[in-house]
């Protein structure tokens, strides 16, 4: 009889956790596609154009970025490997697979934060487009550093589920480069005047509201699984 049972508990987990891979494997996939094509529309043309004609905001019309390329090359190029790196830390597969891969990816992420925020705090201080919008820069930057902070200190103190949840919010944040441009230039909200109170709104927004979303599922699967395990 126990040779029997034993094929029927191992199959069936599998056939459980195979949607839920796929599922996985599908939302991962599509992340890293809208990363791609983020990289591809909004940054290689200030590498493919270094000139003051590339650097020039389409809507003032003056060359606000020229003056800071160096801080904003430090920040895009930061930016891009963060948000290209970032997805594969939350592959359970690849983890088990590539522990090593894993940890090293892992720095490389945390690395570009770092260097990333400090870009983004040079430019939200020198911005040409105001205080206002200089001040949301720089709260980007103090959300991005600080959800990067404790996922770092959580795995030094061996707290693994806590660095896991603090990285799916550091990355949140990483995200929001992608979700500026979404809000700023695609939909309803690209319609929206005047610019500067779009774009104002629009850098609080970008990050805030998929902070606050992807809190509320942590959430509520930190309170699904302490419900199980009562």
């Known amino acids: 009889m126990s040779t029997v049972a034993a094929p029927s508990r191992v199959v069936a987990p599998q056939r459980r956790s195979a949607p839920h891979f796929a599922a996985k494997l599908v939302g991962s996939a599509a992340i890293l596609a809208v990363?791609?094509?983020?990289?591809?529309r909004y940054v290689f043309r200030y590498y493919l154009h270094y000139n003051e004609a590339a650097f020039t905001d389409p809507i003032r019309g003056g060359a606000n970025y020229w003056a800071m390329r160096g801080w904003l090359l430090m920040h895009m190029t930061a930016g891009m490997v963060a948000l290209l790196t970032g997805p594969w830390q939350f592959w359970t597969g690849f983890r088990a697979r590539y522990a090593r891969l894993h940890h090293v990816t892992g720095r490389v992420f945390l690395g570009a934060v770092a260097v990333g925020s400090l870009g983004a705090f040079r430019m939200g201080i020198g911005t040409s487009f105001g205080w206002a919008f200089g001040f949301a820069l720089i709260a980007i930057a103090v959300a991005w550093i600080?959800?990067?902070?404790?996922?770092y200190y959580a795995i030094l103190r061996r707290r693994i589920q806590t660095h896991k949840e603090w990285m799916v919010r550091a990355y949140v944040v990483t995200f929001s480069f992608v979700t500026f441009r979404l809000f700023n230039d695609f939909?309803?909200?690209?319609?929206?005047?005047p610019d500067s109170d779009r774009a104002i709104t629009i850098a609080w927004?970008?990050?805030?509201?998929?902070?606050?979303?992807?809190e509320v599922i942590l959430?509520?699967?930190?309170?699904?699984?302490a419900t199980n395990s009562a």
């Open 187 to 193: 939909g309803p909200t690209s319609r929206l005047q």
């Open 205 to 214: 927004a970008c990050w805030a509201l998929p902070l606050l979303a992807a």
């Open 35 to 40: 990363a791609l094509a983020f990289v591809f």
């Open 219 to 225: 959430q509520l699967r930190r309170m699904g699984s």
């Open 146 to 151: 600080t959800t990067a902070g404790m996922a």
